[in-house]
């Protein structure tokens, strides 16, 4: 067990201070501030040579490799500069592909021009055949709930869940 120290100064004039514990104090033997100077030494000399290690070991395994292939030949470097690499390939102004696809595009969608001219199949701008769409309808047929019930089909009520009857157009 460790012995009671008392601290420092004292000579037993404040007995009678509230608070205060004659049989508490501090140990003064378990670390100094030596020990912990020495500690941070020795962890600051283990860390350069751990590092002196990792580098030699890094060198030794280039060697090694260096050592199992062969160095680039002139020939494979010359090879290399007319070869292209595979598809798909990266673009190489990829701002200015889109903004060409995108011109094309609303070339398409904006003009008129020949789909198929032997058949006599064109195309029309965007805007005029949603005209045409708008103005002549698109097609429609009964569907056979309209047939069974005379032209009417059966629709959910606004406020209940009753069913009304609506005349389909045909």
Request: hydrophobic share 40%.
């Amino acid at each position: 067990m460790a012995e009671i120290i008392k601290p420092p100064h004292d000579h037993g004039e404040h007995q009678d201070e509230p608070g205060r514990n004659e049989q508490v104090a501090w140990e003064r033997r378990d670390v100094g501030p030596g020990q912990i100077t020495g500690f941070a030494i020795g962890l600051f000399i283990s860390f350069i040579i751990v590092v002196f290690i990792i580098i030699g070991l890094f060198d030794f395994m280039r060697a090694r490799e260096d050592a199992k292939n062969p160095k680039d030949m002139p020939a494979m470097m010359q090879e290399m500069h007319t070869m292209k690499p595979p598809e798909p390939r990266l673009q190489a102004d990829p701002r200015m592909e889109i903004k060409d696809l995108r011109e094309s595009e609303a070339g398409i969608l904006e003009n008129f021009g020949w789909l198929n001219p032997d058949k006599g199949i064109v195309r029309i701008p965007i805007e005029k055949a949603i005209d045409i769409t708008a103005a002549k309808g698109l097609p429609s047929k009964p569907t056979p709930a309209g047939i069974a019930n005379g032209g009417y089909r059966t629709i959910p009520a606004d406020s209940s869940g009753g069913r009304t009857l609506e005349k389909i157009a045909q």
